[in-house]
């Protein structure tokens, strides 16, 4: 099945830096979600993106679909923004939907 | 709104015994699915109905039951519930397969 990998996996911060989040695949995909795990467990969508790039307020994805990667930015980083971020792709050659997750970064924002 | 609404939020079982985990969406979305989170290793599909109907099995199907009772709901059944099955259940929807997904809060079951 489709490889899903996603660096680095940890990740620590002091409130106010910048960051990029990285979210390789293997092969072609149809569909590729970001989410925020918060410490409370809540996945919250943060952008459907199987290409192009997109922005919401401090945040801003893009997805190079031919070269088969993803990056997550975030700006001015608060501490609200700690917690689990997932990239999920759909494999585009699959005869079935499969929304297949990578492991995670971890993102602690320090006051 | 409510969007994707499973319940219960905490269960706990002993070893052998059944339960039925419940989630149903507002949103008129075609597409379900069931998934379970496990400590690093990110989440992983146990079944999926891509419409009413119809069910299929993901990547970790064994020791589940699934029903989509209507448009609206999709039930995740355990019939003798293991140790091994203690994770957090993610419910999610999408209006069709390839788009958006949307998750529920979770189920956070611990099997004794």
């Known amino acids: 099945g489709i490889q899903v990998e996603q660096s680095p996996p940890d990740l620590i911060l002091q409130e106010g830096a910048n960051s990029t989040l990285r979210c390789n695949f293997s092969?072609?995909?149809?569909?590729l979600q970001w989410f925020h795990q918060n410490p409370w467990g809540q996945l919250i969508n943060l952008f459907y993106?199987?290409?192009g790039t997109k922005q919401n307020g401090r945040l801003s994805a893009t997805t190079v679909a031919t070269e088969r990667y993803s990056l997550l930015y975030i700006s001015s980083s608060q501490t609200t923004d700690s917690g689990v971020y997932f990239c999920?792709?759909?494999?585009?050659?699959?005869?079935?939907?499969?929304?297949?997750f990578g492991k995670g970064t971890l993102l602690t924002v320090n006051p | 709104n409510a969007g994707v609404t499973q319940t219960p939020k905490f269960q706990v079982l002993k070893t052998g015994q059944s339960m039925t985990l419940q989630c149903a969406q507002d949103?008129?979305?075609?597409?379900m699915y069931w998934y379970r989170q496990d400590p690093g290793m990110g989440l992983r599909l146990i079944y999926y109905s891509a419409s009413e109907g119809t069910t299929d099995k993901g990547e970790v199907p064994n020791g589940y039951n699934v029903s989509r009772l209507n448009k609206r709901e999709f039930s995740l059944r355990l019939e003798s519930a293991a140790p091994s099955q203690t994770s957090v259940y993610f419910c999610?929807?999408?209006?069709?397969?390839?788009?958006?997904?949307?998750f529920g809060q979770g189920t956070r079951l611990t099997v004794v």
């Open positions: 949103m008129n979305h075609n597409s």
């Open positions: 999610a929807s999408s209006y069709t397969s390839n788009t958006e997904a949307f």
């Open positions: 999920a792709v759909d494999y585009s050659g699959g005869s079935n939907y499969k929304l297949t």
């Open positions: 092969d072609s995909v149809n569909n």
């Open positions: 993106i199987p290409s």
